[in-house]
């Protein structure tokens, strides 16, 4: 059975996870750069966004899609007690942001902002450098126990900003959910007119089995 839309939704409503007995907490979560500026879908970024996640597996990524201007991704808390998600997330984006690749589509002119979900699906806003030597990194503990500050800026000469400042988040209810949500996901690239099958899309994959027990 298909959700129907939330109401004139057009900010995200961040609700905390809630564990349920015998349930795994698995969440999808989208995250838009900012102005839906394209510069996502190219094998470095995808690299770079693949050892961040591993890296910073407070919460553990499961299946993600990047698209040019926004990324999807299914996530399960890799800690007990659960850590928090709206910290974690802005964890991994200002990592991607500092380790972002000089020349690859960063600028001065990508600004701040907060992006829109016109068509009200829910948890989904609408379509529309090698990284190795480059600093780990830093530990999550330290972020969350408030002795570190999330980073910013990158490594760039001229700062940008990569990311809107919020993003959507979507628990799954059920297997039922899980796969629904995961087919619209998978899709996109074909939805787009960027691949004429979704698996034809290079820029997916899994980085932690989540499996709906």
């Given at each position: 059975m298909n959700d129907p839309p939330p109401p004139s939704r057009h900010r995200p409503a961040h609700h905390p996870p809630i564990e349920r007995f015998n349930d795994p907490v698995i969440v999808l979560v989208t995250v838009c750069t900012q102005d839906r500026h394209p510069v996502l879908a190219c094998d470095t970024v995808h690299r770079l966004c693949r050892e961040v996640w591993?890296?910073?597996?407070?919460?553990?990524?499961?299946?993600?899609?990047?698209?040019?201007?926004?990324?999807?991704?299914?996530?399960?808390?890799?800690?007990?007690?659960?850590?928090?998600?709206?910290?974690?997330?802005?964890?991994?984006?200002?990592?991607?942001?500092?380790?972002?690749?000089?020349?690859?589509?960063?600028?001065?002119?990508?600004?701040?902002?907060?992006?829109?979900?016109?068509?009200?699906?829910?948890?989904?806003?609408?379509?529309?450098?090698?990284?190795?030597?480059?600093?780990?990194?830093?530990?999550?503990?330290?972020?969350?126990?408030?002795?570190?500050?999330?980073?910013?800026?990158?490594?760039?000469?001229?700062?940008?900003?990569?990311?809107?400042?919020?993003?959507?988040?979507?628990?799954?209810?059920s297997r039922e959910h899980y796969d629904e949500k995961w087919s619209y996901v998978r899709m996109n690239s074909v939805r787009q007119g960027l691949a004429k099958m979704p698996d034809d899309w290079p820029f997916q994959g899994e980085v932690f089995p989540l499996a709906w027990r």
């Open positions: 591993q890296a910073a597996d407070y919460w553990r990524v499961g299946r993600y899609v990047l698209m040019p201007d926004h990324v999807h991704l299914f996530c399960a808390p890799g800690r007990i007690p659960m850590p928090n998600l709206r910290q974690w997330v802005e964890f991994w984006k200002s990592r991607i942001a500092v380790q972002w690749p000089v020349g690859l589509g960063g600028s001065a002119s990508v600004r701040t902002g907060l992006g829109e979900n016109p068509d009200a699906t829910e948890g989904v806003p609408p379509e529309g450098r090698n990284v190795e030597g480059r600093p780990p990194c830093r530990p999550f503990r330290k972020i969350l126990d408030g002795t570190e500050p999330v980073p910013s800026g990158t490594g760039n000469s001229n700062p940008f900003k990569l990311w809107q400042r919020d993003f959507w988040d979507t628990q799954m209810r």
